[in-house]
């Protein structure tokens, strides 16, 4: 066979055949979108779960990339979106099952939840006869997620709070591990499996899952949406989906465990730290003043830890959970080092513009 100049030749024993997926057949070095049925609105219009099949030329596992299983959980949506753009599928070994919005009625909606206030995330693998979370959660765990043999879960905080990039696995698993470190954010957490989540469920049936946590509901976080599609494209080249990289690959350090700091008092909040700082035990992170400023109450560390996790909404009562702590068995200062690595290596990067009103620097006239 004479090839065209800069084609390489792919030997035929690993060279990839028709991918069959919900009734469709999908040849090798192609893409393909098929919607996954997923319930009816009150007007007995469908509601569908789009899905985009990249079916690579060569032979090799099945990673799946899904978004917004909380519906308000925007970021992942844009790191399914920009990834899909990026890849080439002739350059690619495998299939890339890409799920930009797995709850779509909560997307609709900009809500966490389905209609019926059930989380998604806690009822796999759902039930045929159950609630509508029970249906929706069967459909795409038995339809879509039992074909893989990766996942990558994509989140951000709830509404009104916001996560440094991390990774979130079941660590004692030395697969999920070497992927989990394979992603390079700069914090993974050991992190239990919660029944009724994606995670545990398409674990017990034998499928490595990451859930990578960054940024905020409702919000596009470019840093967070950078970090996504770089950290997917590194576990990409660790399973041999893609062409490894020459650049050396961050270092990551695992919390040997987390807490949250709460609030004391209701009223209004002032922080005096952000995502990525290094407190200390006794350290001042915020004031929370009543409306007239006669009240004044402080909200200390209990030990020392980096920053991993707080809340946006600058009005609190006592008892909401405002900063998320890791703690970690290298020094806080070496933890210190590698976030502020990371944020500078995503500083340095060329960054999609997004449609959040962020400040851009004017344009040379």
Not at 9 to 16: D, E, G, L, Q, S
Request: glycine residues 8%; contains cysteine.
């Amino acid at each position: 066979m004479r090839l065209v100049e800069g084609q390489k030749h792919v030997v035929k024993a690993n060279r990839n055949t028709d991918y069959h997926f919900l009734g469709e057949s999908i040849p090798p070095a192609s893409k393909r979108v098929i919607e996954l049925e997923a319930a009816k609105l009150y007007t007995h219009s469908p509601l569908s779960i789009p899905i985009e099949i990249i079916h690579g030329i060569s032979k090799g596992p099945v990673l799946m990339v899904n978004a917004a299983i909380h519906g308000d959980e925007l970021n992942g949506v844009e790191i399914v979106r920009q990834l899909i753009n990026s890849l080439d599928p002739k350059k690619l070994k495998g299939t890339l099952i890409t799920v930009p919005i797995v709850n779509v009625f909560g997307f609709i909606h900009k809500s966490r939840y389905l209609p019926d206030r059930r989380d998604l995330n806690r009822c796999f693998p759902g039930s045929e006869k159950g609630s509508l979370a029970s249906r929706m959660a069967h459909n795409f765990f038995s339809q879509v997620a039992l074909n893989c043999d990766y996942i990558i879960d994509l989140h951000t905080g709830a509404i009104h709070r916001t996560n440094l990039p991390q990774i979130r696995a079941d660590l004692s698993n030395s697969q999920t591990l070497r992927i989990a470190e394979a992603f390079a954010t700069p914090v993974i957490l050991d992190s239990p499996l919660r029944n009724g989540s994606l995670r545990s469920e398409a674990e017990k049936a034998g499928i490595t899952v990451l859930t990578y946590e960054a940024g905020e509901a409702l919000r596009f976080d470019p840093i967070a949406i950078h970090a996504g599609i770089v950290g997917v494209k590194r576990v990409m080249q660790e399973i041999g989906m893609l062409r490894p990289s020459r650049k050396k690959r961050p270092v990551s350090v695992i919390a040997k465990s987390t807490s949250w700091q709460r609030a004391e008092a209701d009223g209004i909040l002032r922080t005096l730290v952000s995502l990525g700082d290094k407190v200390e035990k006794g350290q001042v992170l915020a004031y929370i003043n009543s409306p007239l400023g006669n009240v004044e109450v402080e909200i200390r560390a209990n030990k020392g830890g980096i920053v991993i996790g707080q809340q946006t909404l600058p009005l609190v009562n006592e008892g909401d959970a405002v900063f998320h702590l890791a703690y970690f068995s290298q020094s806080d200062e070496m933890v210190e080092q590698v976030v502020g690595d990371f944020i500078e290596e995503v500083a340095d990067s060329d960054l999609e513009p997004l449609t959040t009103g962020q400040i851009m620097p004017p344009s040379p006239v």
